[in-house]
DNA sequence: TATATGAATGAGTCTGGCTG
DNA sequence: CAGCCAGACTCATTCATATA
């Protein structure tokens, strides 16, 4: 099993906080929780509504229901105890905001290494293609081997495309994605097609 | 060290809205 | 209108951690 995100009684603390800000059914603070980390963290039904029970079997939160939902509200012995425990909150929140920027941190690597590994590829695509230019009389026809590279490269392409725009909407859910952001993917872009055609264009 | 408490998962149920 | 899907929730269970 993986460690747990939370240390003991500090999801409880965090829930109380979250409805701290707003009353919220079950559904959205699983949400809120996914959204605080990025969607990287993401508790099942199963950890939150044994929790906000035991909550409001402590008087904590107060739960009405709005139609089919369940809407938890916070109350003033809720309130009091967070006030009471403010510095864990900090803490907690201190320990997120580092497990995010690790997290994000693991991404940018990741993205790094896969655009490596698709230049090394395609070079090596581009090499492999020269060569058999030069041994081999030009047909107009693909063969089933280059058929299958071109597949594979499309595949590589793709991949590439979805690990930007994964991180792309991870940190735009944190507001971090702006003018300089667009900015500087499309020179990097621009730089790598540049190198990549080039190679081809060798060939 | 035994026990209690809390975090976490996943299967399953129920309900309402959408679609063919 | 039956089937599908998504949202909201319950329940059983396991594992980790705190505490007496």
Do not use: W
């Amino acid at each position: 099993m993986n460690p747990p995100v939370f240390a003991h009684g500090n999801l409880r603390l965090y829930l109380l906080a979250l409805l701290e800000e707003q009353p919220r059914h079950g559904y959205e603070l699983i949400q809120a929780l996914s959204d605080r980390f990025g969607g990287t963290y993401s508790p099942s039904a199963g950890t939150i509504y044994p929790r906000l029970a035991k909550l409001e079997e402590e008087g904590l939160v107060t739960k009405r229901t709005d139609g089919r939902k369940s809407v938890y509200e916070i109350t003033d012995a809720g309130r009091a105890e967070l006030e009471s425990r403010r510095h864990e909150l900090d803490a907690i929140e201190d320990d997120m905001t580092d497990s995010i920027r690790r997290l994000a941190e693991g991404v940018r690597a990741e993205v790094d290494s896969a655009m490596r590994t698709l230049r090394a590829e395609l070079a090596s695509a581009a090499r492999e293609a020269r060569k058999a230019a030069t041994t081999e009389p030009a047909t107009p026809q693909p063969t089933a081997e280059s058929t299958r590279a071109m597949h594979e490269a499309d595949l590589a392409i793709t991949e590439f495309r979805q690990q930007i725009r994964l991180e792309l909407r991870n940190q735009a859910n944190r507001g971090r994605v702006n003018a300089d952001t667009v900015s500087l993917l499309r020179t990097r872009l621009a730089d790598v097609r540049a190198e990549v055609l080039q190679e081809l264009a060798q060939g």
